[in-house]
């Protein structure tokens, strides 16, 4: 890979236009990475905060009054901790079966030796320019017996078309001779599959797989209309129902007339909700910055072709 | 090795022709099958098989008819939706919340892509690279949510700001001129980072060699830009502007139903909220899938369209 930045060093020397150059583009570079990370910043300083200062407007870098008493709530709920396991079932048996489905499908079809490969390619294709619709989907869940199942939660979004097509280039290109010696060696698809080819990809392996479990570790929309059962809610719905309650507290404290206490759970529902947004993504966050290159070459991976 | 060929032999006797040699490729690569099983039997279960309820669309879904036994009502839901006033709304909000998307969207990736590219500190690169693509991965759920508690009339600190400049607190979520806005360009502090990689990818590709001829020949960094970086990128930017066209009646509804209030539905209500609703929530179950049929029919031809360019252009495309 080139850095073309490199140009700024060496032999070249900086003419007066090149240092402006410079200097305005660090500026909005820098005017845009703090924009980005001022709002992440800020959440995590007001998790912490004294809600007195953060609903005054008086917090900007660092926590002011710094108080856990949001975490300590968040600690004691019970729908929190079950939303995670969960999302922990969801997303990590979810994104195992789905990551050897799209694989084994995709090197099936990478072999010239499959029989209706090629309607099964047009197949793949199909599905990936049309599909029937929320409707017909949620009729035929429902008459399956899926609704309201962990089952449909784990299986859901299984495959996609572009990354069966992504994988089965990948494979196309592995070299004829690995399989051949395998075959010669009494190796039949499957074991070539599992011990071979998987492990010579293993970058399209680890992509998807994180592509995956991030995918089902964020999917809020499907668990919202198949799920009935407050027990099976992962972590995102459970997150969604505390952030949009902006009553409930208020309604409890009427009931007990005391005004503080009102202003005091209205306070700390806001302090809540900044938690929440932290807690909610933690896992994501802390194991996003070592598998951050992995993605990078992903996508490189999606974008070279032929 | 002779044993080996007298077994073949055996397990597959020789049968002429192409029938012959099919069916003798399908019991020789049987694992293949076992291999793509889970993968096929999802599509075939969960997008194929779901076509059957299509014809939901002209037919009058009653629950204990069932989807056999409800009666044909033709085009009947499609004249009751195009003749709703509601129907222009939606059809150009889902219209403008994409083109606004991608007009926005694909110029501040390239920008910041090429913006990037050129930071001479190996070690702030990364360290940008890495804080920018971050809220790419963070959920929806807690996109809006930050943006809910960040914009909150009451508490929140952009409001607190603009009072303390002199305004008045302004109910974000519940203002419908704003709602594109807020969508936008909450989608571009999200995805910028991230949508800027496959340029950065094409833009490491470049011959080092054009870059030094340039300077001798007195560039500015500019000019390099301008001349060398952009005709680098172009083949990609074209790829990615079609594809995006071709998907975008598919917009992130996930999104849009979250940002939505009863206050801002004006503006807010695309397509597939409006399927959703009236599918999922009214329980009108044969207008709503005739409502999705037409996206969907819509979504295919863009697609089939905008792929057929992007392969015109280039080696890419989604197929």
Redesign the interface.
Known sequence: ?????????GR?KQ?R??VV??VI??T???L??A???Y??L??VV?SISD?DY????R?FLWPRGITLAAYRELLKAQNIWRGYANTIVYAGFGSV?AV???L??????S?R???GRKS?NM???F???????????????RNLGLYNSRAWMI??S??A??W??ISRTFFSRLSEELIESARMDGC???QY?FRIALGVSQALVAVLFLLAI?QK??S??IPM?YLKDVEKFPL?LV??NI?RIQQVGVEQALQTGDAESVEQM?KTA?LI??A??IV??IP??IV??FI?RY??KG??LG?V?? | MESVALRQSELYPAKRGYLGR?TR??R??W??????????A???L?????????Q?AFKDYSIRAG?FGSRWVGLDHYRQFFSSWGATKIIVNTLVLSAYSLAVGIPTNIV?AL??????N?RY?RL????????H??????L???L???L?P??G?IN??I??LGGEAVYFFGRKDIFRHLFVWSGV?QN??WGA??FL????????EL??SA?MD?A???QLIWNI?IPAIKP?IIVVALLALGRVMTLN??KV??MQTPLNTETSEII?TF??KT??VNFQ?SY??AI??F???I??SL??VFNAMAKRFS??S??
């Open positions: 890979m080139v850095d073309s930045a490199r140009f700024n060093t070249m003419s236009s090149d150059f410079d583009n660090l909005l570079i820098s845009f990475f924009a980005v990370a709002p992440l800020f959440v007001a809600p953060v609903n005054t407007g917090v079966i050897f489905s799209t084994g499908l995709a090197f099936a079809l072999r030796e499959l029989v099964l197949l793949v294709v599905t990936m320019i049309f599909h029937g619709g929320l409707i017909p989907l949620f009729l035929l869940v299986i859901h299984l495959t078309g572009y069966i097509m039949n698809e499957i599959f991030v570790w964020n809020y929309f209309i995102q997150m969604r952030l209205l806001d909700k900044y929440v947004i909610g993504s994501v966050l996003y910055p951050q993605f990078v996508v490189m974008s072709k032929g | 099919q490729n399908i020789k690569y694992p293949l099958y076992v291999l793509a099983a889970p993968g096929l999802y599509l075939v969960f997008h194929i098989v779901p076509l059957y309820g299509l939901l989807i910041f913006a990037l590219n050129w930071v001479a190996v690169k940008v690279q890495t804080i920018t693509y971050a809220p991965f963070i959920s929806m759920v807690v809006v949510g930050m809910s508690v960040l909150n009451t508490t600190p607190r700001l009072e303390n502090w910028t980072g990689v496959i990818a094409a833009l490491s590709s470049v011959n080092p870059y030094e300077r007195g500015t960094k500019l970086d990609t509804f996930e139903i979250l597939q399927v959703y599918g999922l179950i709503a899938t999705g049929l996206n969907s029919v979504n295919a697609l089939l080696e890419e989604l197929w």
